[in-house]
């Protein structure tokens, strides 16, 4: 006989219920969602413009439906934005001297190949035994 395979996720009976968080729509006695009237839809939304969701705002379905096709609305008539740009009060992580990579990296193959043709130039000037006239560039000029 083959035993039953173990059950997952949570044990319902543990579980502890939360209490149902009550709408604002219904403590507010809102018979109408209007798309234009902005502080309502604000009260839905989240700090990133975001709609949020059933369990959070405590609406049923109908409502939820309402409000979303509200806020669309309010988006689509340039009244609520579709983002916002959140500046975090985090420091991110440390890039340490990773954080302009590029540009440190042209730098230093630049200045590596500047000083191979430095380098080159004198070994030539030795083995002809010409002096080496230094060349500088401005801008796109070369000048010696």
């Known amino acids: 006989m083959a035993k039953a395979a173990p059950k997952r996720g949570k044990n319902k009976d543990n579980a502890r219920r939360s209490k149902k968080k009550i709408s604002v729509l219904s403590q507010e006695k809102v018979d109408y969602i209007d798309y234009k009237d902005i502080n309502l839809l604000r009260r839905f939304m989240s700090d990133r413009a975001k709609i949020r969701a059933r369990r959070v705002s405590g609406n049923d379905s109908q409502q939820q439906k309402e409000i979303a096709r509200a806020i669309k609305n309010a988006r689509e008539m340039a009244l609520l934005p579709y ?4 500046t975090s009060q985090r420091g991110g992580r440390d890039r340490g001297d990773r954080g302009d990579r590029g540009l440190r990296l042209e730098n230093a193959e630049i200045r590596e ?10 070994l030539v000037a030795e083995v002809e035994g010409v002096e080496v006239v230094e060349t500088v560039e401005v801008g796109s000029e070369v000048t010696e």
């Open 83 to 86: 983002t916002n740009r959140v």
């Open 113 to 122: 190949t500047t000083e191979a043709v430095e380098v080159a130039e004198e």
